[in-house]
């Protein structure tokens, strides 16, 4: 049985920072590549972040890029988000996702109703 546990959220003041982390079961985390999705109030599905099965291969979405650091350690079956200088408008549901592929280039990530199986999610709100 496929499981994904995200933890981490919470309320933050703008600048501030969280790291989100996901503990994955069912799967070979190892050989998978994983994304990092979020859903803000109203609004459909936003990708965020992927990384490959090795850790090596880092991906982002222009809005968080420089801010956020996607990671992974295959030991523990964790995968991780450490998002710095929140802004308001990463105030959204974040969920960590099961991909079947990785690609280098954002392009292919955005647009998608569809990241592949995703956990239950953890509340981020970027709030004064």
């Known amino acids: 049985q496929v499981q994904l546990v995200e933890s981490g959220g919470g309320l933050v003041q703008p600048g501030g920072s969280l790291r989100l982390s996901c503990v994955v079961s069912?799967?070979?985390?190892?050989?998978?590549?994983m994304n990092w999705v979020r859903q803000a109030p109203g609004k459909g599905l936003e990708w965020v972040s992927a990384?490959?099965?090795?850790?090596?291969?880092?991906t982002y979405a222009d809005s968080v890029k420089g801010r956020f650091t996607i990671s992974r350690d295959n030991t523990k079956n964790t995968l991780y988000l450490q998002m710095n200088s929140l802004k308001p408008e990463d105030t959204a549901v974040y969920y960590c996702?099961?991909?079947?592929?990785?690609?280098?280039?954002?392009?292919?990530?955005?647009?998608?109703?569809?990241?592949?199986?995703r956990g239950q999610g953890t509340q981020v709100t970027v709030s004064s």
């Open positions: 990384i490959n099965p090795s850790g090596i291969g880092t």
């Open positions: 996702a099961k991909s079947n592929t990785y690609s280098t280039n954002s392009d292919y990530y955005t647009g998608r109703s569809d990241y592949g199986y």
């Open positions: 069912g799967f070979t985390f190892s050989t998978s590549a």
